[in-house]
């Protein structure tokens, strides 16, 4: 059974450049979320989708920070234009309806690590 | 604001004692609570959790103890193993909300 995939796994850019992380959720699964992990912040939830419809982006940072959720099996995490620090790993998750809103229990991609020089 | 917040960023044990690993929060809303493990170049992985109607959860060597009234919780890892070395992340979520909100994390380092 295939778990979240992501890509890139590595992603190293210009300072302006646009990037464009990718997401394939566990089928099935109806939750969908963006976290970017840092060092001083931990795990930050960025937003999340419910059956591909945006519910709560008050995580994303700034204007530069897109998410699109086009079906359920694929969404993206855009930044445009990228800065330093934008560096960080992103992780994607999917969760089910029940495991959601009963245990919160999420699974996670591997992570996308992003360095903006 | 740091609604869930682990204040030690790192710990160091020797194998076969006992590792203990505390997060604070300041929602009183929260109603589930939750521990993830998460090694180097790999997403976290759901490890424990407990509901805010019980003060403890036990799985094996793991047990999560929770202070409502503190508002604290530990994960308690007994004995401890090298292949514990890890970071582990609190979460908490909130009633009627679909997501998880988590600390900064504690690194876990476990020697011979």
Redesign the interface.
């Known amino acids: 059974d295939a778990g979240v995939i992501q890509s890139p796994r590595h992603e190293v850019t210009e300072m302006g450049q646009e990037v464009t992380l990718r997401c394939k959720p566990i089928s099935g699964h109806d939750y969908l979320f963006w976290y970017r992990q840092t060092m001083m912040r931990g795990l930050e939830l960025l937003i999340y989708f419910n059956n591909n419809v945006p519910i709560d982006d008050s995580g994303m940072p700034e204007d530069r920070f897109s998410a699109k959720m086009p079906n359920a099996s694929f969404s993206t995490l855009k930044i445009q234009p990228s800065e330093p620090r934008d560096s960080a790993v992103y992780f994607c998750a999917s969760s089910s309806r029940q495991g959601a809103l009963v245990t919160g229990e999420l699974f996670f991609g591997e992570g996308s690590r992003l360095t903006v020089l | 604001d740091?609604q869930v917040k682990?204040n030690s960023p790192s710990l160091s044990v020797q194998e076969g004692r006992i590792s203990i690993l505390n997060c604070d929060y300041t929602n009183s809303m929260f109603d589930?609570f939750?521990w993830y493990k998460k090694y180097p170049?790999?997403?976290?992985?759901?490890l424990i959790?407990i509901s805010s109607i019980k003060d403890k959860n036990e799985d094996g060597r793991f047990t999560v103890f929770l202070n409502k009234s503190a508002k604290h919780l530990s994960l308690h890892i007994v004995p401890s193993q090298p292949g514990d070395s890890a970071v582990y992340?609190c979460?908490a979520?909130a009633v009627n909300t679909?997501?998880?909100?988590?600390?900064?994390?504690t690194r876990l380092q476990v020697f011979p």
């Open positions: 740091q682990q589930y939750l170049a790999e997403g976290p992985t759901f959790s992340f979460a979520s679909d997501k998880l909100i988590f600390g900064t994390g």
